[in-house]
């Protein structure tokens, strides 16, 4: 059953993503970018697992999207301009708004999953790639559910005209509507752990969570935890400053020309992403993050919040946290005004 109205309240069921098979590129010749990238998915799919693991240790259960078949993906990746993206963060395309599901890009690798629920699902998308339909362009991460009140981050991502129709959709005369610009991925630049309890980043200037949050506390970080040693470590920097590193590689040339090349799709630009914020709430008492942050660990033992470190050791590749990686379709509990 679709049921889900903030970020918090307890998991019962998940969308994790999933990277393309090591496999799916046996057919690039040059071994040293064969190896690279084979690796880096195999590492992505590892990590991807245990987090299900850590998330069914808690009680909620975990669903995971299909891969497109491998003739298919080479195809795509050596005739069509490039590999598509692998089904890796469901939160980007699709998000739970009390008991419905909006499929903002309509990602055929979750068409099986969501059709168990074909009766609570919006759709806007004639198929899997619809030119003329409305929410072309947006990113379900721009929108950040507190009860009856939701937020809209009408920027980089997410159009005021998208926004109207999402209303106008999805939600009912009992909503209360704000905006919340933080040049896209709202998502990403803060997170509510619980009532009273938010970690933001330094990309919350233009937010107002003072007003629209009183007396809530709020822990302000400037840089994800490893940041100081990406900044000093082997990565890709001189090359191409902020968009992209391998976590403990140092990228041939010969593989970072493949990625920039035939890999755009996959990859931002992580310098002004802080993965620390970028967490999936399990209950009030416990959130899983991708690494150790002092300061936030701290700030979850004030609040008797239990920390729990699933790693994600590509993150500076995807471009893609926690967060990201998943997406709930039920939590227990119903519609509340925290505000």
């Excluded at 929410?135 to 379900?140: H, K, M, T």
């Excluded at 970072?256 to 992403?273: H, I, N, P, R």
């Excluded at 729990?308 to 995807?318: A, N, V």
Aim: with cysteine; glycine share 6%; net charge negative.
């Amino acid at each position: 059953m679709i049921n889900s109205y903030t970020s918090w309240q307890p998991l019962q069921e998940v969308v994790v993503g999933r990277a393309y098979s090591p496999d799916y590129f046996d057919f690039i010749d040059n071994p040293q970018v064969r190896n690279q990238l084979q690796q880096i998915l195999a590492e992505t799919e590892e990590d991807l697992d245990q987090l299900q693991r850590t998330i069914e240790t808690h009680g909620a259960r975990v669903h995971r999207p299909d891969l497109p078949s491998k003739d298919s993906f080479v195809w795509h990746q050596t005739e069509g301009g490039g590999a598509p993206l692998p089904p890796l963060t469901p939160r980007d395309w699709q998000i739970t708004l009390g008991q419905k599901l909006l499929r903002v890009l309509a990602m055929p690798e979750l068409d099986t999953i969501c059709a168990n629920y074909a009766d609570q699902v919006i759709n806007p998308h004639k198929s899997a790639w619809d030119p003329d339909c409305v929410l072309n362009g947006a990113s379900a991460s721009c929108i950040v559910r507190v009860g009856q009140d939701v937020f809209f981050d009408n920027s980089d991502f997410l159009t005021p005209a998208q926004t109207e129709w999402i209303v106008e959709h999805c939600l009912g005369p009992e909503y209360r509507v704000h905006e919340a610009v933080t040049d896209g991925h709202g998502d990403a630049v803060f997170a509510i752990l619980k009532p009273g309890v938010i970690l933001s980043s330094k990309h919350d200037m233009h937010l107002h969570l003072a007003d629209d949050f009183p007396g809530w506390e709020v822990l302000k970080l400037w840089d994800s935890s490893i940041w100081a040693a990406m900044e000093v470590g082997k990565f890709k920097w001189e090359a191409n400053p902020g968009a992209w590193y391998v976590q403990g590689q140092t990228p041939t040339p010969e593989f970072s020309a493949f990625v920039d090349t035939y890999l755009k799709k996959w990859t931002g630009f992580v310098a002004e992403t802080v993965f620390d914020v970028n967490c999936l709430v399990l209950d009030e008492e416990n959130v899983i993050f991708s690494a150790y942050n002092k300061d936030v660990f701290d700030f979850c033992k004030r609040h008797r919040i239990n920390p729990i470190i699933s790693e994600l050791r590509h993150s500076y590749f995807w471009d893609g946290g926690i967060s990201c990686c998943t997406q709930d379709l039920e939590r227990r509990g119903g519609l509340e005004s925290y505000l």
